[in-house]
């Protein structure tokens, strides 16, 4: 089901009804762009501080316009799950006035990777859904109280109206006193001040108008005027008062807007699963939590917050059993392969109302679609890890001892020995004796590094500089004896080892 | 008329002559924001070096999406013009495999206000032509004249193939056997080797296969892979070469796209005219030109090297006499009080194929349409200072003595007294003694300042800080005595001249 802002309050409530009453969630996000100019490359030597921070820095500047959410009920009788996927389009325009004018980065290739999926532009920044980060939203509360606080108790110093503005005060109060007289008249709006006309107007209506209320207002062309409000006694002002507050309170509500999803998400405790899934978990929280912290054991801990349990398939698919029967695990290719021996796919009906998607209408790279895809993948997985216990579990629910070895675990890509970071822990600590630091004369391509390990065996080379690499054994059981007679000899290149480097560049990170 | 990549080579021979044949152009832009976060606002007492740099670092970040071009002909005769508006979508896809992966910028209120003008999103990001600098133009295109000159020169070296890359290599080589043996046969793709895997086939290839040449491609998942051309003779070598360096030459010529209009415009020396263009102005440069300078005379000199000649009709509206009938100078409403008494309104007919625009169905925020009625404003201004001359000159055309005046001085929003940028001379020096710098407590308000200036009138308020502004006497008479007094006493604020603060600021900028 699409959601954007025209029926998304009408769809609230069953919303946060599926999400409540789920087995578990399944999300994925579209974002425009992947990293950000100048931003450093993931790399296979990472670890993972690196790799939180080079993704914190690449990605963060860029939108998420469409979060994918799909709620599975199981239906343990019958070995199915009932799925309702959500697509929300997002789009932080600004419909409160206080709220945040977002800048944001889109990257050229990942709007011509979308327009070629037939995302809707058009829709997206017409009838996205706003959001505020928890910290945002707040902020504007406690601003709005403070300003309802102090309504009528602010002191303003009072100034002599100057000559040449006392024929302009005169009129306007002339306006004022046919207003006031007025029975149940519109409030009236005082258009083409300057803000000392605007000082003088509060201060003469505070002076002579006890049942008036005046409001600044921006305009369209973001010109300010003013409005007043008129009031038959102390009572009515005091309704005025209430009702202007509850107005702001409630414009605020609605910039709030999608988050309240996400504030559901976090209230049900539920189980989260995505696929390849840091880069939509970075974007959730810097999108509708805060600002993103510096350090990883930080992002850490405020994500446990805010999803207290997350599984990723992708890490699932690449480790065993699973890992031996899935060779290609991008999401659309680990779909296909779950469809056939030895996999059995589970059954998954779609819930009245959501025929949006069905497996075979492909909408790959919609995020509600691969919300519902990698969902239903994860289902089929459990089911598999089942079969494989001894005795078979015949029908693994995700809820399953099995299954917990999983949680908290968020994959890392391209990181041949530290395959995930883990949220709820101390990240793995690895030995890299196979991995060098090299530096070389510029002229080096990647054939004179090939050349120089040669007698070592086939090589990972993973650029640092154009005068630097980390170069990684295949063959570990080489790591010593190539250690031995290249980090000896002074040539043009020079030969360190990865654990010494490492250490040198944190400590200068760090003083 | 809308032109997109689909129609750009189709039109562009007729474009081009439209330019040339012109009696002038217009021009108008949309962008995907306008000013960066946390870059300085435009201020009233900006001198132009600082207003450069303030639009300069706001704005560059931005894309422009849509590019209007009107070319205008005159009929000197008929008292008429004919006009030619062309509509361009823009978008810096990558159509070449070496061209940059565009990041860009966007606003939400930008995108907000271009949503609620109907602007198309979906079009401009799935149709818009591609452009280059003319900085990235002439890189890439010596980047493979040298690649094409050094075609096989390059020196490799050569390294001993692996124990276990051996039967991988062999499988290889059977297969270009069977390849080089056919006729005619489909270039070879070689897919899923490694780079050193690559470096063997490489290797192998110019050693064993003298007729046969190889090239790295990149595939839609970045998968890196080899194509292998078959030759029978040297001949048919040398024409695949030919072919494949025509053939990369044409794709650069596809993304230089755009820039070649923006070209044929500088080549042509046209007067260009546009509303209130300066921002324009800087799109253009930084999209088509290059990196903006950070120092505003070499602006100036650049900005002449591509538009010799720039009129902004904000600033003909703003100036006498056309001020004095021009109460608002927004280009709508502009070409509303242009239609009547005292002003006659020049007949534009538009060109056969240009019948989207008609000065009635209004499409007031697409570029082609501002184009268009920035120009007809444009001709029927100039008419109306042909009929204050004295004597009266009939239908004065843009090559006019009297229009002169106009040229290449860009028009400067908000600031009282220096109301354009000169581009081909200094800049106006102005007076600002009724001008003070004013540093005070963080508690003050507006209304604090008005206070401690009462005695002197009326002033304007140009917020620095929350502890500075300059504040601008409207009553010069009274710079001295303000002066006098307020600079004077010793309180919890301070009071000092703009020159004063102003020549401190420049040389801490310049230390
Ligand atoms: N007496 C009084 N003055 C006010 C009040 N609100 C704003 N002002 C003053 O009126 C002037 C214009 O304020 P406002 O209309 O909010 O526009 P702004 O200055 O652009 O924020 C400022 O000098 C404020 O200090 C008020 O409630 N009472
Ligand atoms: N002998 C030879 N080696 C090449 C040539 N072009 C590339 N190589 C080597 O082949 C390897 C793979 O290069 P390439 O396929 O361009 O992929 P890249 O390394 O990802 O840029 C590198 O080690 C290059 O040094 C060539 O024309 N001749």
Redesign the interface.
Same mark, same amino acid.
Do not use: H, W
């Given at each position: 089901m699409d959601v954007t802002k025209y029926n998304f309050y009408e769809e609230l409530e069953s919303i946060l009804e599926a999400i409540e009453g789920s087995t578990f969630l399944s999300i994925d996000g579209e974002f425009?762009?992947l990293d950000?100019?100048g931003s450093c490359h993931i790399a296979p030597f990472d670890t993972p501080p690196e790799r939180y921070s080079k993704m914190k820095n690449g990605s963060t500047d860029f939108?998420l316009l469409q979060f994918g959410l799909c709620a599975f009920k199981v239906d343990e009788e019958k070995h199915l799950y009932e799925a309702k996927p959500y697509n929300f389009y997002l =789009?932080?325009? +600004?419909s409160h006035r206080n709220a945040p004018?977002?800048? =944001?980065?889109? +990257?050229?290739?990942s709007?011509?990777f979308?327009?070629s999926h037939g995302f809707?532009?058009?829709k997206v920044?017409?009838e996205g859904i706003p959001y505020l980060t928890s910290q945002q939203e707040h902020e504007m509360k406690s601003f709005l109280e403070q300003k309802h606080s102090e309504q009528n108790n602010q002191s303003?110093?009072v100034?002599?109206v100057?000559e040449?503005?006392r024929e302009f005060l005169e009129g306007i109060c002339e306006k004022i006193n046919t207003f006031m007289e007025e029975d149940d008249a519109e409030p009236l709006e005082i258009k083409d001040c300057n803000?000392?006309q605007r000082?003088l107007i509060y201060q003469t209506v505070e002076e002579k108008y006890p049942l008036a209320r005046l409001e600044t207002r921006t305009g369209e062309k973001k010109e300010r005027y003013l409005i007043l409000h008129g009031a038959k006694d102390a009572e009515e002002l005091a309704k005025i008062d209430r009702e202007r507050q509850a107005q702001q309170m409630m414009e605020l509500d609605i910039q709030v807007g999608f988050t309240k999803v996400i504030q559901a998400i976090t209230k049900s405790e539920k189980l989260v699963v995505g696929h390849n899934m840091i880069l939509d978990i970075l974007h959730c929280m810097s999108h509708f939590y805060g600002p993103l912290p510096n350090d990883l054991e930080d992002f850490k801990s405020i994500t446990s917050t805010v999803f207290p349990k997350l599984i990723d398939t992708k890490l699932m698919a690449n480790t065993p059993p699973l890992k031996e029967f899935i060779e290609l695990s991008s999401l659309g290719e680990m779909h296909q392969t779950l469809q056939s021996k030895p996999f059995n796919p589970v059954i998954i009906k779609v819930a009245p109302g959501f025929e949006k998607y069905s497996e075979e209408a492909s909408s790959l790279h919609e995020a509600g679609f691969d919300a519902f895809m990698t969902g239903s993948c994860f289902a089929t997985m459990c089911k598999f890890l089942g079969d494989c216990q001894k005795p078979v579990t015949d029908f693994l629910l995700p809820s399953s001892p099995v299954i917990k070895a999983f949680v908290n675990k968020l994959y890392l890509m391209r990181i041949a020995d530290i395959q995930y970071v883990t949220l709820d822990g101390p990240d793995l600590e690895v030995n890299r004796d196979h991995v060098f630091h090299v530096t070389f004369p510029k002229e080096w391509?990647?054939?004179?590094l090939?050349?120089l390990f040669?007698p070592y065996?086939?090589?990972q080379?993973s650029w640092l500089s154009n005068i630097s690499a980390y170069v990684g054994l295949h063959n570990k059981k080489n790591s010593k004896i190539a250690f031995e007679v290249l980090s000896k000899e002074n040539h043009s290149f020079q030969v360190t080892s990865y654990a010494f480097h490492h250490r040198n560049k944190t400590l200068k990170l760090s003083t």
């Open positions: 425009t762009g950000a100019e939108l =789009f932080p325009s +600004q004018d977002k800048r =944001f980065m889109c +990257q050229s290739s709007i011509d979308l327009v809707d532009f058009n920044f017409r303003f110093t100034m002599e100057p040449n503005q803000g000392l000082k391509r990647a054939s004179d090939y050349t040669e065996g086939n090589i080379i």
